[in-house]
């Protein structure tokens, strides 16, 4: 049962008892004292109450056993029942007497084990051996410093004196004549001799004792300490020079053999001292008891040094804790040294603190070094920043390298030059991260020589700099080495020497080059004219020969860094295609070329940079980069030449690619297709307007042929109701009649109209799927001469998958055809990008096309007039077009709005229902 159940569950227990014995005593008349069970209620409360608790219990018990007499035998009272209550009353008492000595007893013991214990904690916390004897000298106790200093059990080295084990052999003789002559004359002994440590070694050890008569048992006891000399000895022995002092210093020795040399105290756990060792009157030069007594110990350390010295006491006590503190000590002769303050609290198994015990220790010369220490660190902290102002300032990477190899220090020019900050490069060893893959090894190619310390090494290698790009340096490293020639690190610095490199390469190169070019001049030109002779000279053929060797390392890094999309990797970066366009070379092309492009001479169009030469050079010239990139070998296509002075030749060409990234491309003139085409184009659209004049004139009749009588009746109905109410005397009656007349015959003329508007929308519809996609890239097609005079691009992203509609694709095609247009005329005299988007996407109800421009919008109040007849915001338009194409849409069951876009245009959507499966 846990402690803190103990008591409670005890008393509970004594009171349940008394009840149950007051309860029996008084409703039953027995032959015997019931009253005496409350002794069993007394020990249960003496397990865990005071000696006052058991005197109040018993008086309780007593109590109780005198009402339940009266309750009981009140009325007739007997002699036997008055000698059993006087004999309950009385035992009661009686063991409550004794329990409560018993109490009084154990508490007297706890005291006794308290100050025993206190004793050995004092005896044990002084840095010296310590020990107690008899009157014939042998050794009855140890403390425990014993064992730490010689490694002998404190205990069991008392059998057989086997203390004496540890003395050296050479002083076992004096040493045990010294002590025999003390204690025959009961005299204080004094005795140097060497003492064997727990670690083997003897050092000389300083063994005192003195005699103290026993004030309990009269006998004389004996207790001594040992303190370690071993420094002091060796020191006088080196010294031959200085015995006398030596001398005296043994004989100051001899007057504090009863002291240890700190000063050493003890204080409650209130921080009030009750205790100091005489070496505190010999170093502060008063009384320690008058101390004591006045508690004024502060007044000895240092003015300066009180307040923050109170603090520590303070804050240490409050909790418990270890009080460690330096402070300036006034000593006897008025000088302040430098102390060193240590004291512990020694607690209870309960955990409370029952005292404090400490000493003082002069740490003067310490703290005066430690002081230098500091200044000297201070300085040198300060000559580490002005070298690291001056390694941080110069132009080249400075860096330190351990034994190993281990990179442990960059200038900050590391992180300028590299964009990486130097504890990553240290932390991780991320410099590698920096030097390029095929030249990590080359960049410390020395390391071998520079592990045997005898030489420096030098190296060149290309570090990747903040914005990417690689740059040829210049490592120099030179080895720093111990006396005995043991690699100790390396120090080093790396200069950009990327310049230097690049203007060496180019002059290799171009000797390399001229060396080759004229050993194998000869030989590749009867090659290439062998290969080529019979190809490019076919005059009506156009053959170009372009190197795209510069772009493999580019495409195989990018290929390695897992690029799969490079179209749209070349979109999102421009710089890396740029290089990659570059990197292309055209190596050749043939006479018909250069002619069908207006240039004389066909090194002139050799000098051109190749994607200048078509007008979507740079497209044509990224299809053939994944040619390389996808391993694909030929592909065709259209693009317009850009010939000299402005020429722009239409053709269609396509490309194969040979071994050693050579790209082989022909091309054949489309102009006479063009112009034929052209007029095609024209003859159509002349056809379809003359198609729809003449629609417009048939239905135009129709129209004045049906509503010339209901206008001719309209005519008379009016005139008929004026001349009614033109009379001296209005017939309102008939007047009413005759604009009845006319509401109906407007009606019918409105009738006629909306017939005559269906027949022309959806008369002559025959429904049937239509792929709106194809039907958009046809109209593309048709209107690709119109896009491109007015430099407009037409972009149609259509989504796959998509499901036919129903509708009549020409109308269909009319109404796609008409929204381009328009939207081409709105941007027609604006600067800039002008871009048409026709957009087809599943929406929930069917195909939503949506056809948006880049250009200055739709007024805001033209938005609401733009589908209403003969409503126009062109300077030549009659206003039908948006009219008929909302018309159509609502014919297929769909409708056709207008709005603006946020980023500046207009848009015109409409939703087209899914193809339904009776169609």
Sequence with gaps: MPQNW?????????????????????????????????LAVLVLIARVGSGREVTRAAVICTVLAVVSWLLVHGAAATLASGLRLLFACVAINVTGALLVSRKTLELARRDVESSRAEVEYFANSVPQIL?????????????????????????????????MEAIHPNDLASTAESVAKAVANQETSSVYARLRHADGNYRWMHLYDQPVRSPITGEVERFGGATDVHEEIESKRELAELRIELERSRAELQNFSDSVPQILWRAT???????????????????????????????????????????KVRAAFAVGAELRHDYRLRYANGEYRWVSLVGRPVRSEDGEVLRYYGGTSDVHEDVLARRELQRVRAELEESRAELQNITDSVPQILWRADADGRVDYFNRRYADLTGQSVDEAVGRQGWRDVVHPEDIEQAFAGSVVLRSGKSEARSRFRMRHADGTYRWMSLY???????DGTLLGRFGGTTDVHDEVLAGEQVRLLTETLEQRVREGAAELLEREERYSGLFDVSNITFAEMDFSGTRPMLEELRASGVTDLRAYMKENPDTFERCLAAIRTTRVNDALARMMGYRDVAELVANPPAQNADDGPDVLLQQLEMGYYGTNHIDGRTVLLGKDGRRIPIYFTVNRLANDLHVSSHVDLTAQERIEE???????????????????????????????????MVMDGQTALRWLQRETPDIAAAARSLERLTKTTQRVASI?????????????????????????????????????????????????????????VDLQQILVNLVSNASDAMRDMPGERR????????????????????????????????????????????????????????????????????????????????????
């Design 753 to 809: 109209v909306k017939r005559t508007r269906d027949s022309i929308v959806a008369g002559r519809r025959v429904q049937q799927p239509v792929d709106l996609c194809s039907l958009a890239a046809e109209t593309r097609d048709l209107l690709e001469r119109e896009m491109r005079l007015a430099d407009v691009t037409l972009e149609i992203n259509c989504d796959e998958g998509l499901p036919t509609v129903p509708g009549d694709p």
């Design 6 to 38: 103990t008591r409670p569950v005890l008393l509970v227990a004594a009171t349940l008892l008394a009840t149950f014995v007051f309860a029996i005593d008084s409703i039953a008349s027995f032959e015997f004292a019931v009253s005496i069970l409350y």
């Design 131 to 163: 020990w107690k004897a008899n009157a014939q000298g042998e050794i009855q106790y140890f403390n425990a410093r014993v064992t730490e200093v010689t490694g002998l059990d404190r205990r069991s080295s008392l059998d057989a004196q086997r203390y």
């Design 836 to 919: 048409i988007s026709l957009d087809i996407a599943r929406a929930e109800s069917g195909i939503c096309v949506e056809v948006s421009d880049t250009g200055p919008g739709i007024p805001e109040d033209d938005l609401e007039k733009l589908f209403q007849p003969f409503y126009t915001t062109k300077a030549t338009g009659i206003g039908m077009g948006l009219q008929i194409c909302r018309s159509a849409v609502e014919a297929l069951g769909g409708d056709l709005t207008a709005r603006n876009r946020a980023g500046g245009g207009a848009i015109f959507a409409f939703t087209l229902p899914l193809l339904s499966p009776e169609i």
């Design 269 to 311: 756990p209130d921080a009030h001292v009750d205790y100091y060792n005489k070496r505190y009157t010999e170093i502060i030069g008063r009384d320690f008891r008058e101390t004591i007594e006045r508690q004024d110990w502060i007044r000895d350390v240092h003015p300066d040094d009180r307040e923050i010295f109170l603090e």
């Design 477 to 483: 490293a030179l080895p720093i080495s111990s006396g």
């Design 679 to 713: 007029l095609r184009v024209a003859a159509k659209e002349e056809f379809a307007r003359a198609n729809r004049v003449a629609t417009v004139g048939a239905f135009s009749a129709s129209i004045a042929h049906e509503l010339n009588q209901p206008i001719s009746s």
